[in-house]
């Protein structure tokens, strides 16, 4: 939970008599966790919360997985088509696929994910709420990626709009209320004050005038070009809930452990986030002495339940303490960027118990001139992965639209699409923003979400992955395809074993120095160039374009990728093969200005390689 906060009227001490200007008492809550020994805040009603007249049990809410026996990579289109939205004349196939706008902010949720630690869920709202909500069994952390409004908490009030990350704490009362074509959330809920509904709710956009105003001078905060109303009424939010009870907060290691203040590598801290505010603005964070009819309902045990009060829920006067609701937006996210690729750690946001919540944001990419630049294949051997794409071009992927769910599941590894490593070599920055979802246990789909899916995703890793190699072009050393087979393949890569072994030596600067040897750079089989810093340097570099010598050339090539480099190598002579001898000259000297010999074969850059006719 984030830092101590306080909002409204408050007595001198905890506990003691704390009266209305009618001389009765305000009712007093404590509102905790862990069994009273976990955050918590204090609470100060003007009536009794526990004065409910009516309850029932409306429906279950547990999510019906299916394929839970299935292991495979998974795509969902939860946005359908370009900006994530599919064209008007197929909105029937949406309808099908069970993607379509219905009910309001709770009950038009889709869960698409989950497992017994977290639900993932999207929502696409046609309607306000003209109720009270409260989830009685796990935090929420709702994603506003499209639409704007107000969530009126019995704590106050958070104005939400897109990119923000609402943070709902397990049992707050809360209403989501959209802004509307022709008014504010803040007017519409004015307006449910003393009936619990709105008049105008229900229908929300039902008078055609007031529809074909909206449609032609209003859209939904972020919403895309290509938007209609039909499509998306008021909204779009991806929400992820705690299944396990646990609460989702900044990971620990973000701030002070004596103090709980953000500490300074922390990726955002308190500046960023959004408390409750008052509304009205009486000095009272949500204050609302209203008395009818007001239905909360609640979810717990599955199920969701109304409870009926004849007061207002929101009326509390003041609060203090440390569990409340807040917004964070993601742009509000500071990216941490490293040399080299940094793990998805960097990126975590919050987290739970049993899984994390990473959001990944524009961002300078890798700086390293050799550096790849979108994410090695990886193992997710504890974790399933979830992406939910937000906007952006995403690089490591083909196929992903805005609004697509990717589930990669652990057991088995994921990666790079075709193509896309050698394609991001030229970028310096990325444009990209999605928000991931790792959990330690196996994430099932559910029916709605097999009738979004994409089944054509797992094979999409399928094809060139190195496009040069198709054009005959040279890459990792000396092989051309037509040579990267069986045991020809085996002999090339013997000799780099060899030349490698017989560069591993410690350069002369070095030694001067007194430095231990340079490790192994590991790069030895790269595509690519090998690293410029790394020491030792075989292969060829075809395209790094960045000038360090790191070519291998026919007879005495020297090598130079760190600047030190003067041993001269010649095991490379026999597995030049075609490469030799048409690019003449000090390739390698240019680069650095201390490399000895002259590279007669393979010279480091693009354009070497293109002057040896490749
Ligand atoms: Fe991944």
Not at 109 to 120: I, P, Q, T
Not at 360 to 374: E, G, S
Request: net charge positive; charged share 20%; glycine share 12%.
């Amino acid at each position: 939970m984030p830092h101590y906060f306080r909002l409204g009227l408050l007595p001198k001490k905890r506990h003691v008599q704390f009266r209305r200007p009618d001389g009765v008492l305000y009712s007093e809550e404590l509102f905790g966790t862990e069994g009273f020994v976990g955050p918590s805040s204090t609470m100060y009603h003007i009536n009794p919360p526990t004065q409910v007249y009516g309850w029932k049990t409306l429906f279950s809410t547990k999510a019906q997985y299916v394929e839970i026996d299935t292991m495979r990579m998974r795509h969902v289109k939860s946005g359908h088509g370009m900006n994530g939205f599919v064209p008007p004349e197929k909105l029937g196939e949406v309808v099908k696929q069970g993607a379509r706008p219905q009910g309001d902010a709770i009950d038009g949720r889709v869960v698409l994910f989950g497992n017994s630690d977290v639900e993932m869920t999207v929502c696409n709202p046609v309607t306000q709420m003209p109720y009270f909500y409260k989830n009685g069994q796990g935090d929420e952390c709702i994603f506003i990626h499209y639409g704007s409004g107000v969530c009126h908490t019995m704590m106050g009030a958070l104005r939400f709009g897109p990119k923000d990350y609402v943070i709902m704490p397990k049992g707050v009362i809360y209403k989501m209320t959209w802004d509307e074509a022709d008014a504010t959330a803040e007017e519409l809920f004015a307006g449910t004050q003393s009936a619990g509904q709105s008049k105008r709710q229900p229908k929300g956009l039902a008078s055609k005038n007031v529809k074909a105003k909206a449609i032609s001078a209003w859209r939904p905060a972020g919403a895309p070009e290509n938007w209609s109303s039909e499509q998306m009424p008021l909204g779009k939010y991806l929400l992820i809930e705690t299944t396990n009870g646990s609460h989702i907060g900044p990971p620990p290691r973000y701030v002070s452990k004596t103090s709980a203040q953000f500490l300074e590598h922390s990726p955002y801290c308190e500046r960023d986030l959004r408390l409750p505010e008052h509304e009205p603005s009486d000095g009272r964070p949500m204050f609302v002495e209203g008395y009818g009819e007001f239905e909360v309902r609640v979810k717990a045990r599955d199920c969701m339940h109304s409870y009926m009060f004849h007061y207002h829920p929101l009326d509390i006067v003041g609060w203090d303490g440390c569990y409340y609701p807040y917004v964070f937006n993601i742009n509000d996210f500071s990216p941490i960027t490293g040399k080299l690729h940094m793990p998805p750690p960097i990126h975590q946001t919050f987290e739970a118990h049993n899984f994390v919540i990473c959001s990944f944001c524009p961002r300078m990419l890798d700086y390293h001139p050799d550096a790849i630049k979108v994410p090695y294949n990886h193992s997710n051997i504890d974790s399933d992965e979830v992406l939910y794409y937000v906007e952006g071009n995403f690089g490591s992927r083909k196929g992903i639209e805005v609004g697509s769910l990717t589930l990669h599941p652990q057991g088995i590894p994921h990666g790079p699409h075709p193509g896309t490593i050698e394609a991001s070599m030229a970028h310096a920055f990325t444009g990209e923003l999605a928000v991931m979802c790792d959990t330690f246990r196996p994430l099932f789909p559910t029916k709605a979400a097999l009738g979004m899916e994409d089944l054509k995703y797992p094979a999409s890793w399928e094809g060139e992955h190195f496009p040069r190699l198709t054009k005959g072009e040279m890459v990792g050393g000396n092989f051309r395809q037509d040579k990267v087979k069986g045991k020809r393949i085996k002999s090339k890569l013997g000799d780099l074993l060899d030349v490698y072994q017989n560069q591993n030596a410690i350069p002369e600067p070095l030694k001067r120095l007194g430095s231990p040897t340079p490790a192994p750079t590991g790069n030895v089989w790269a595509p690519n160039g090998p690293s410029s810093s790394g020491g030792t340097a075989i292969g060829s570099g075809n395209g790094g374009g960045n000038g360090a010598g790191n070519g291998r050339g026919k007879g005495a090539a020297s090598a130079p990728v760190n600047g030190h480099a003067k041993t001269a190598v010649k095991p490379a002579a026999k597995a030049n093969g075609k490469a030799s001898g048409k690019a003449s000259g000090k390739a390698s000297s240019k680069t650095n200005g201390k490399a000895s010999g002259k590279a007669s074969g393979r010279t480091s850059n693009a354009a070497a390689n293109a002057r040896a006719g490749r």
